[in-house]
């Protein structure tokens, strides 16, 4: 079994709440040319049942100091959205907002959505997530000959809604 050697804090997700937690990664200066200025992480989690209440446990490998976290809560047909920082070994309602877009994404057709440079990790500027299970939309990775690069787009299905969220520098408009 693979060992996670860094963080984890717990939360408890009362009777029909969903949370799912991002890290945020900051690009290094040297590689901006080439890739977003931000891109997103999703957290691995265990979870236990403790009666109708879910304790899950999210983990952070190879932790900076401070990272930044989104936090997103889906209920019955809403989805609260919360920015925090993990500092030490405590994760506090942040209170230096981070920009993030966010948008529910919906069609009558089947679409692709965003077309994004591959990274190995899957680490992308946008995260695209199924509202009902909250599992993350998987790109479709494809060989763009033009660039001669790999490149992912997300197929969406016809008539279900989407939530989707992009970390954006303050300076940019939001």
Do not use: W
């Not at 952070?60 to 959205?81: A, Q, T, W």
């Amino acid at each position: 079994m693979d060992q996670i050697q860094g963080k984890h804090f717990s939360i408890t997700d009362p009777q029909g709440v969903n949370t799912v937690i991002y890290r945020v990664n900051k690009t290094d200066k040297r590689l901006l040319d080439e890739y977003p200025k931000y891109t997103v992480q999703r957290l691995i989690f265990a979870e236990e049942l403790n009666g109708e209440l879910k304790k899950k446990t999210f983990f952070i490998d190879e932790p900076e100091s401070e990272e930044d976290l989104v936090i997103l809560s889906f209920g019955k047909d809403r989805v609260v959205v919360n920015m925090g920082v993990l500092a030490e070994d405590k994760v506090k309602i942040s209170k230096r907002p981070i920009p993030i877009k966010f948008d529910t994404l919906y069609s009558e057709h089947e679409t692709e959505y965003k077309e994004f440079k591959y990274t190995p990790d899957l680490k992308r500027p946008i995260s695209i997530i199924d509202p009902e299970t909250t599992e993350e939309i998987k790109p479709v990775l494809y060989f763009d000959q033009e660039t001669n690069e790999v490149k992912g787009k997300c197929k969406l299905k016809p008539y279900k809604s989407y939530f989707a969220f992009e970390i954006r520098d303050k300076k940019e408009n939001i």
